[in-house]
């Protein structure tokens, strides 16, 4: 199937959605996502952050989609034409998301432990803009301690549901969930009982914001202050591959491993994350890689930054010389400038 | 003209008997015995029913786009989740005649190949509930309902289900959510419960209305329901008429009369309270955009409007509105239309399920917005603030809540800007009690 995202022509399985066909193409076009977790099942659809113009629905049916659709669910057609980072209303609505995610969230970033990994600030950094029009007082939740390990600040949290599907569809039981509606829901557990599970630690790991946060690493340090480290262990429980976070010699916090697009592929165990803090623990593979722009990467492993590759060359193989005809004889004679050849 | 309210006043026809004394369940009989699905289905088609619930789309189009996969189910669901502010139709119809319901939801269930059928009720509504769950037991105790109906080889039960109170619940797949048993979340579409509905199988959501419209079409065809109406609205249509008139309350109206007289006729409405005069209405429930007085009763090209989908629609939101599922909310000049803003705002606010971001946080903040300068604090600049979030909101949400709450406070502003300038330029005299903000030139009474 051919698609055709911000100018950029691709083939793609039939079944894949807009976002999976632009994350092919790379970061610079791929749309934000905050609620959208492709490990988990039926995510996605609800932030609205990923929304764009479908300027041609297929081959078939030429017609555009009237209205803009969430990249994340909508399954590619043939001859699709989609149009992200180019059009106007597109990028205008994505303004208003971020000023709708922001409008209860607190701004206090200054400590929080996802600042430097959050997407909310990614998003807002990207697409939002600088000033605020909200006078309104902001919506504010007591914050929950679910269980010893995860500490809940409804304040921060964005209502993706990305932890209500985790805990839906790694833990056995369905142990926690949304309560109430409109902008006073809230991520409970019921009646604050604790989580106790296993597999319950992922919740962290996929939220987007800092409302679920490790309880044994809050407060130590800023993640851009540690130094991230794939390592394994055997586990009987998880596939151990986990990502250690160094401050000096000492593991500070374990994560899953993340991929460029802040997602956990393997998920790990409550033993791995909170209970193996020493080094002896584990098998060192080396320094996690690090997207350029994260400021987790800040004066770190210059050499193993992921370099956009695959946008680099769809440019080269796109580069057309310049088609220039008028006449350059005054000019001093330069050495083989390819853009003034005829073709 | 009457096709369901006919009878409704008749003492005891909430009992089979004096139902079927006045011809109830003809439908069924004829339907069962006489015709096949399919031509059910066509005769809905000819009669060109369009949805009552709110948005329009025609009934047998949407039938006719039911996926019919081998071996697996088919549902059909009432939707008779009624709770949008101002409309009052359906509670009204199930609770007189709780046997017009059934009998259109057999005919219906049988077109369509489903079954077991469900009508989902809102929750406040629970002597709604006891009256249809009686009705359904008279059906089944005369072989109405169950197996093998009047002998024709075709099964069906249908149940009651109870709502647990949410606007959103409503949306057909928030419905189907909630039916399920989860929260009343809406779907991502597609897919359309038409592929995947209740259980992931088949399924066609119907308003109360619609479906019990379908027994009369297949008693008469639905070429004698296409004569009733003009173009493309045809049959009749329930009307919740609430607000400053004299005769508040349920009427069945021939679609095609003019609003004109639908307000002032001694046989509708009859006029606008004593001694006071129309402002404004609010034409399909409470999330169609409000209308003034002269843009409501004429087009903008000078025509008398009149009580049709197409008609009320004329002239897009700019100097149009929609009818809606029917709710009639007129105003006399005794109404802040700053307050009644809020009212619907608060409304929405409440009702958002906060699934999606523009709704949930949207929502909250016009609220907020039009509560502070209702409560004289407001800037200037908040009017078009207004005007700009229920725009990022509209069209950008999973279900149509987004929309129905972005309209009626655009709508305001588009039409009664100066009762909101007037509110935060002179917040002493709007936050007295009672005070409404009159047009230079205007008079409180005829």
């Known amino acids: 199937m051919k698609v055709t995202i911000d100018n950029i022509t691709l083939e793609v399985e039939p079944g894949t959605t807009i976002m999976q066909?632009?994350?092919?193409?790379?970061?610079?076009?791929?749309?934000?996502?905050?609620?959208?977790?492709?490990?988990?099942?039926?995510t996605g659809g609800k932030c609205r952050g990923c929304l764009v113009k479908v300027t041609a629905g297929s081959e078939k049916d030429p017609r555009p989609m009237p209205k803009l659709v969430p990249s994340c669910i909508t399954t590619v057609q043939d001859g699709m034409i989609v149009e992200n980072t180019i059009n106007e209303q597109v990028l205008e609505t994505r303004k208003g998301i971020v000023e709708f995610l922001l409008l209860n969230h607190p701004l206090d970033c200054p400590v929080c432990d996802q600042a430097g990994e959050c997407h909310l600030q990614d998003f807002s950094f990207e697409h939002g803009v600088s000033s605020t029009r909200t006078v309104e007082e902001r919506n504010t939740f007591e914050p929950v301690d679910l269980g010893p390990y995860i500490k809940l600040n409804m304040n921060r949290c964005i209502l993706c549901y990305r932890c209500v599907y985790a805990?839906?569809?790694?833990?056995?039981?369905?142990?926690?969930?949304?309560?109430?509606?409109?902008?006073?829901?809230?991520?409970?557990?019921?009646?604050?009982?604790?989580?106790?599970?296993?597999?319950?630690?992922?919740?962290?790991?996929?939220?987007?914001?800092?409302?679920?946060?490790?309880?044994?690493?809050?407060?130590?340090?800023?993640?851009?202050f540690s130094k991230p480290e794939d390592a394994h262990c055997d586990c009987d429980k998880c596939s151990g591959n986990v990502t250690l976070w160094y401050r000096g010699d000492e593991v500070i916090r374990v994560t899953g491993r993340k991929n460029e697009w802040g997602e956990v592929k393997e998920?790990?165990?409550?033993?791995?994350?909170?209970?193996?803090?020493?080094?002896?623990?584990?098998?060192?593979?080396?320094?996690?890689?690090?997207?350029?722009?994260?400021?987790?990467?800040?004066?770190?492993y210059g050499a193993n930054l992921i370099k956009p590759s695959f946008p680099i060359k769809q440019a080269a193989l796109a580069y057309k010389p310049i088609d220039d005809d008028r006449d350059r004889s005054f000019l001093p004679a330069k050495k083989s400038l390819p853009s003034s050849e005829k073709k | 003209m009457k096709i369901l309210t006919e009878h409704i006043e008749v003492p005891g026809i909430e009992t089979i008997d004096v139902y079927r004394k006045h011809g109830g369940y003809q439908a069924v009989e004829k339907a069962l015995k006489k015709m096949t699905p399919d031509e059910v289905t066509e005769e809905v088609k000819k009669s060109g029913l369009r949805g009552r619930g709110g948005a329009g789309f025609p009934v047998g189009m949407k039938w006719s786009f039911l996926a019919k996969p081998e071996g697996v189910p088919r549902y059909l669901v009432c939707n008779a989740d009624e709770s949008e502010p101002g409309t009052f139709k359906d509670h009204y119809l199930m609770w007189k005649s709780p046997h017009t319901l059934i009998e259109g939801m057999i005919?219906?269930?049988?077109?369509?190949?489903?079954?077991?059928?469900?009508?989902y009720v809102r929750g406040e509504l629970m002597y709604v509930i006891h009256i249809l769950e009686k009705a359904i037991q008279e059906a089944y105790d005369k072989g109405l309902l169950g197996k093998n109906i009047l002998g024709s080889g075709y099964d069906l039960d249908l149940y009651v289900q109870s709502g647990g109170g949410a606007y959103i619940c409503g949306e057909e797949t928030a419905l189907l959510e909630s039916l399920e048993g989860k929260r009343g979340n809406p779907r991502n579409k597609p897919p359309f419960p038409a592929v995947k509905g209740l259980w992931q199988c088949p399924t066609v959501v119907n308003n109360v209305e619609s479906i019990a419209a379908t027994s009369w079409i297949v008693?008469?065809?639905?070429?004698?329901?296409?004569?009733?109406?003009?173009?493309?609205?045809?049959?009749?249509?329930?009307?919740?008429?609430?607000?400053?008139?004299?005769?508040?309350?349920?009427?069945?109206?021939?679609?095609?009369?003019?609003v004109e007289d639908f307000i002032y006729s001694d046989e509708w409405c009859g006029g606008i309270r004593e001694g006071?005069?129309?402002?404004?209405?609010?034409?399909?429930?409470?999330?169609?955009?409000?209308?003034?007085?002269?843009m409501i009763l004429t087009t903008a090209s000078g025509e008398k409007r009149l009580m049709t989908y197409e008609?009320?629609?004329?002239?897009?939101?700019?100097?149009?509105?929609?009818?809606?599922?029917?709710?009639?909310?007129?105003?006399?000049?005794?109404?802040?239309?700053?307050?009644?803003?809020?009212?619907?705002?608060?409304?929405?606010?409440?009702?958002?399920?906060?699934?999606?971001?523009?709704?949930?946080?949207?929502?909250?903040?016009?609220?907020?917005?039009?509560?502070?300068?209702?409560?004289?604090?407001?800037?200037?600049?908040?009017?078009?603030?207004?005007?700009?979030?229920?725009?990022?909101?509209?069209?950008?949400?999973?279900?149509?809540l987004g929309d129905a709450a972005a309209w009626p406070v655009a709508a305001a502003i588009r039409h009664f800007r100066d009762e909101f300038e007037w509110h935060i330029e002179h917040p002493e005299l709007a936050t007295q009690p009672g005070a409404v903000y009159m047009r230079p030139g205007a008079s409180w009474s005829n």
């Open chain 2, 219 to 258: 008693n008469n065809g639905g070429d004698a329901y296409a004569q009733i109406g003009i173009g493309r609205s045809t049959g009749t249509k329930l009307i919740s008429a609430s607000g400053h008139i004299r005769k508040p309350g349920v009427y069945e109206i021939p679609l095609g009369i003019t």
């Open chain 1, 267 to 300: 998920f790990i165990c409550n033993t791995c994350r909170f209970e193996r803090k020493k080094t002896s623990d584990w098998v060192i593979e080396g320094p996690t890689k690090i997207a350029r722009h994260s400021v987790i990467s800040a004066n770190k």
């Open chain 1, 167 to 224: 805990a839906d569809q790694l833990t056995e039981g369905r142990v926690h969930g949304v309560m109430h509606r409109g902008d006073h829901a809230e991520i409970s557990t019921y009646i604050e009982k604790a989580i106790d599970n296993d597999f319950s630690g992922n919740v962290i790991d996929v939220c987007p914001v800092g409302a679920l946060t490790d309880k044994t690493y809050r407060f130590k340090s800023r993640v851009w």
């Open chain 2, 107 to 119: 005919v219906s269930s049988f077109a369509l190949g489903a079954n077991t059928s469900y009508i």
């Open chain 2, 276 to 294: 006071h005069k129309l402002k404004a209405v609010v034409a399909g429930g409470s999330s169609v955009p409000i209308l003034p007085a002269e």
């Open chain 1, 21 to 42: 066909a632009a994350r092919m193409i790379g970061p610079e076009i791929a749309p934000p996502a905050m609620c959208y977790y492709e490990p988990l099942k039926g």
């Open chain 2, 311 to 400: 008609s009320l629609s004329d002239g897009g939101f700019a100097t149009g509105t929609m009818l809606g599922s029917g709710g009639f909310i007129v105003m006399d000049e005794t109404t802040c239309i700053v307050h009644n803003t809020l009212t619907f705002a608060r409304f929405y606010h409440h009702e958002s399920c906060g699934q999606c971001s523009p709704c949930r946080e949207g929502t909250g903040w016009m609220d907020k917005v039009i509560k502070r300068i209702e409560l004289g604090h407001g800037r200037k600049e908040d009017i078009d603030l207004l005007v700009d979030v229920a725009k990022k909101i509209e069209g950008n949400t999973i279900c149509p």
